[in-house]
T-cell receptor, first 116, second 112 residues
């Protein structure tokens, strides 16, 4: 099983709303990632969690707040977003070895976020 | 920063022909490479990978070639089918890190 699931599939929110994106994997992967993808562009790394600890924050604005409650779950809390934050948000996971990622990174289907 | 780039943003091929999608990477320390296929509205789907101790790897209808001397990666798709139409991304990783570096993507269009 190489499945990463994400909910919701689509999300529309106003600039004053608070919402959360959820990601789950049951492959035993200990690294989990959040990416943002704009149309016709490659995924851009936002955050990396390794063993439930934040390893990388790519200078993401504080209106995006990641959380890793356990080894299978990854959340992205959203607050006071801007219209330019509208994008496809992708979750991914991979195995960990020697302090870094090892082997394939598997992606979820993404959450299409629209900020009005 | 370092990045992975693609030579052709769009590739059109006739159904049944072979497709070759190219990718250049810049990090000489990269030792793991992946090709992803992304269909419209979906997440990237793993196609095939290769490690730096290999120069060729074959899957079902797909072959990845790695030339470390010129830092070049290619994806060959045999007998291209309409279902192969998608955007293809290469990505590379340096062992001991978590940062997969993605190429800019190539759109493959399969003509009937």
């Amino acid at each position: 099983d190489t499945e990463v699931t994400q909910t919701p599939k689509h999300l529309v929110m106003g600039m004053t709303n608070k919402k959360s994106l959820k990601c789950e994997q049951h492959m035993g992967h200990r690294a989990m990632y959040w990416y943002k993808q704009k149309a016709k562009k490659p995924p851009e790394l936002m955050f990396v969690y390794s063993y439930e600890k934040l390893s990388i924050n790519e200078s993401v604005p504080s209106r995006f707040s990641p959380e890793c409650p356990n080894s299978s779950l990854l959340n992205l809390h959203l607050h006071a977003l801007q219209p330019e934050d509208s994008a496809l948000y992708l979750c991914a996971s991979s195995q960990v070895s020697s302090g870094g990622s090892r082997d394939t990174q598997y992606f979820g289907p993404g959450t299409r976020l629209t900020v009005l | 920063g370092e990045s992975v780039g693609l030579h052709l943003p769009t590739l059109s091929v006739q159904e049944g022909d072979n497709s070759i999608i190219n990718c250049a990477y810049s990090n000489s320390a990269s030792d793991y490479f992946i090709w992803y296929k992304q269909e419209s509205g979906k997440g990237p789907q793993f196609i095939i990978d290769i490690r730096s101790n290999m120069d060729k790897r074959q899957g079902q209808r797909v072959t990845v070639l790695l030339n470390k001397t010129v830092k070049h990666l290619s994806l060959q798709i045999a007998a291209t089918q309409p279902g192969d139409s998608a955007v293809y991304f290469c990505a590379d990783l340096t062992s001991g890190t978590y940062k997969y570096i993605f190429g800019t993507g190539t759109r493959l269009k399969v003509l009937a």
